[in-house]
T-cell receptor
Framework: GAGVSQSPSNKVTEKGKDVELRCDPI?????LYWYRQSLGQGLEFLIY????????KSGLPSDRFSAERTGGSVSTLTIQRTQQEDSAVYLC??????????????FGPGTRLTVL | AQRVTQPEKLLSVFKGAPVELKCNYS??????LFWYVQYSRQRLQLLLR??SRESIKGFTADLNKGETSFHLKKPFAQEEDSAMYYC???????????FGTGTQLKVEL
């Protein structure tokens, strides 16, 4: 089947605007993750959803960032009042059950966000 | 706090030469470590995980708890190995990956 998909692939926005990034996980995967890859830095964990449990938001850098997952499937990452430092590639991943080291996270192609 | 360090941003080797991509970690719990790879214009994908103790595409990695290292090795580099390699540590109760900054491997002919 299809892998993790993300849209848009590229987004250019002006400072101060809000943006929404979308992630469609692999069908049947209960766990969904968002990461951010900034220039010269590694991938940074943002947020994690597992089934109907409360999401782990410990990686969100500020209250301008939020994410939701509707119906246990599609997820949207929203960045309000974007700043230039938000420019990065935002990666979504999903996994079957989030069962530790034997579980595999499958990554999407990413959304490249540029804030002017 | 957990941390993954990949000291080399770029590693350039000749085809057929041995490769070692370094990874060191800092973590108070029992570490679960992975190597991810991103080939040009492709998405990030799992290469290997330490619990499997297997060789993937000729690559192996051994967890050394004494040295807190998980270096990735291959005895003979191939051109198709050129890619970005990320070392990652599973934390947060088994659901978060903490990544290193990555090493770009370039295999020259």
């Amino acid at each position: 089947g299809a892998g993790v998909s993300q849209s848009p692939s590229n987004k250019v926005t002006e400072k101060g605007k809000d943006v929404e990034l979308r992630c469609d996980p692999i069908s049947g995967h209960t766990a969904l993750y968002w990461y951010r890859q900034s220039l010269g830095q590694g991938l940074e964990f943002l947020i994690y959803f597992q089934g109907n449990s409360a999401p782990d938001k410990s990686g969100l850098p500020s209250d301008r960032f939020s994410a939701e997952r509707t119906g246990g499937s599609v997820s949207t990452l929203t960045i309000q009042r974007t700043q230039q430092e938000d420019s990065a590639v935002y990666l979504c991943a999903s996994s079957l059950v989030s069962a530790g080291a034997e579980d595999t996270q499958y990554f999407g192609p990413g959304t490249r966000l540029t804030v002017l | 706090a957990q941390r993954v360090t990949q000291p080399e941003k770029l590693l350039s080797v000749f085809k057929g030469a041995p490769v070692e991509l370094k990874c060191n970690y800092s973590y108070s719990g029992s570490p679960e470590l992975f190597w991810y790879v991103q080939y040009s214009r492709q998405r990030l994908q799992l290469l290997l995980r330490h619990i499997s103790r297997e060789s993937i595409k000729g690559f192996t990695a051994d967890l050394n708890k004494g040295e807190t290292s998980f270096h990735l090795k291959k005895p003979f580099a191939q051109e198709e190995d050129s890619a970005m390699y990320y070392c990652a540590l599973l934390t947060g109760g088994g659901n978060k990956l903490t990544f290193g900054t990555g090493t770009q491997l370039k295999v020259e002919l």
